[in-house]
């Protein structure tokens, strides 16, 4: 165990702590209480956590939230493996993808929102216009038109990253195992089933829990395209959110919907986890 290291972090882990742990400590404390304009409050248990879990609101948003997270896993994950796959391993053309595909993720998300928005606009989006002439009515007020719009947006945004963790974890595996496999006569689909697809493993792994946790948490990008319609089709849980603490000001409902957020994250994370790590705690053995 290198000390020194651990010593050197020490003062970087106790700011990320305390960073982390103070307002989720406020959290819990409107979570646990009412407040009467702000400054006066009142204990009242887990009453907010009953209220929210009997909400069709919360159970709505949580349903779309999921879901959509889910949709984005479907797209992203396999798009990302498939393009790592393809690309040059060497030379200008591999850097020059590598550059090309780091240009989405360093796209602030807010800005994100406002391109995809102007996108679509009636009469003036490139990609209104462009169903316009195949003869298709780009509709932002058809539920299935603004998620696949989202889902688009986010893979546009985010596949990039599935992408990069895909090519560094080819990148890695050992010359040997496919010298083995063309001495052997083993077929693409062959090689890509029993020495690249386990190889990536952890990597994959990884990309889900990374692409789950965003897509799950998503709200800046979706709010600026829809505002969460049309109807409350696409108002996920951090729109729910959001708009109990921030617009209501319901601080005690917020922060029971806020707790009961993390404990969603935070399970769906530890279980991805644990597949991540296995049982003896070194990701070596994968």
Same mark, same amino acid.
């Given at each position: !165990? &290198? ?5 050197? *972090? $020490?003062? %970087? #882990? ?7 742990? /103070? ?8 979570a ?7 400054n ?14 009997a ?65 679509v ?18 509709? !932002? &007020? ?5 998620? *696949? $719009?989202? %889902? #688009? ?7 990039? /990253? ?12 050992p ?72 617009i ?7 922060g029971?919907?806020?707790v ?5 994250i ?21």
């Amino acid at each position: !165990m &290198n000390r020194t290291a651990y010593t050197l *972090l $020490t003062p %970087a #882990l106790l700011v990320m702590t305390a960073c982390g742990l /103070l307002p989720m400590g406020f959290v819990f404390f409107y979570a646990l209480h009412d407040t009467f304009m702000g400054n006066s409050f009142v204990w009242i248990g887990l009453d907010w956590f009953v209220e929210v879990l009997a909400s069709p609101d919360f159970h709505g948003a949580a349903a779309r939230s999921l879901g959509f997270a889910l949709l984005l896993l479907l797209i992203e994950v396999p798009l990302g493996l498939f393009i790592a796959l393809r690309m040059p391993t060497r030379g200008f053309l591999s850097a020059l993808y590598i550059v090309l595909l780091a240009i989405p993720l360093l796209t602030p998300s807010i800005v994100v929102g406002y391109l995809w928005k102007i996108l679509v606009a009636p009469k003036a989006g490139l990609l209104f216009e462009a169903a316009a002439a195949i003869g298709i009515q780009y509709d !932002m &007020n058809n539920p299935v038109v603004v998620w *696949l $719009t989202l %889902a #688009l947006m986010d893979a546009w945004h985010w596949t990039s /990253l599935i992408v990069l963790l895909c090519f560094a974890g080819l990148r890695a595996i050992p010359e040997d195992y496919y010298r083995a496999a063309r001495i052997d006569g083993a077929s693409r689909w062959a090689v890509f089933r029993h020495i690249q697809l386990p190889k990536l493993r952890m990597v994959l792994l990884i990309g889900i829990l990374l692409r789950f946790m965003d897509g799950f948490m998503i709200y800046s990008e979706a709010y600026v395209v829809t505002r969460g319609g049309p109807g409350v089709a696409t108002t996920f849980l951090s729109h729910e959110l959001v708009q109990t603490a921030l617009i209501q000001f319901d601080l005690g409902q917020g922060g029971a919907l806020a707790v009961i957020y993390f404990a969603i994250i935070a399970t769906f994370s530890l279980i991805l986890f644990r597949l991540i790590m296995p049982k003896g705690g070194s990701g070596a053995a994968l």
